[in-house]
């Protein structure tokens, strides 16, 4: 259960992807808005609320748990397509 006043629903499309790639990210704040990425990019701090995903955690930003309701993959699309350009490979 996640530690907010109500539940974020998190996608399918990002549980699964989260668990293929089997990595911690973090759900932070960027000029684009809403923004999931690695945690090798955006370090979790103290006050992200931790969502388990299988093994893994799906750290949100205090600041943005305010405002969400659910997380979706257009969240993650911006981090995609850096690996993509940075021949990153996820999974």
């Given at each position: 259960?996640?530690?907010?006043?109500?539940?974020?629903?998190?996608?399918?499309?990002?549980?699964?992807?989260?668990?293929?790639?089997?990595?911690?990210?973090?759900?932070?704040?960027?000029?684009?808005?809403?923004?999931?990425?690695?945690?090798?990019?955006?370090?979790?701090?103290?006050?992200?609320?931790k969502v388990k995903i299988g093994d893994n955690t799906l750290?949100?930003?205090?600041?943005?748990?305010?405002?969400?309701?659910?997380?979706?993959?257009?969240?993650?699309?911006?981090?995609?397509?850096?690996?993509?350009?940075?021949?990153?490979?996820?999974?």
């Amino acid at each position: 259960m996640i530690d907010t006043p109500r539940e974020i629903k998190v996608e399918n499309e990002v549980e699964d992807f989260i668990l293929k790639s089997n990595k911690d990210y973090r759900l932070c704040t960027t000029c684009g808005g809403p923004a999931i990425v690695s945690i090798d990019m955006s370090m979790p701090k103290e006050s992200d609320i931790k969502v388990k995903i299988g093994d893994n955690t799906l750290h949100v930003s205090k600041v943005q748990a305010r405002y969400i309701r659910q997380i979706d993959m257009r969240m993650l699309l911006g981090y995609l397509n850096y690996c993509e350009r940075n021949g990153i490979e996820e999974y």
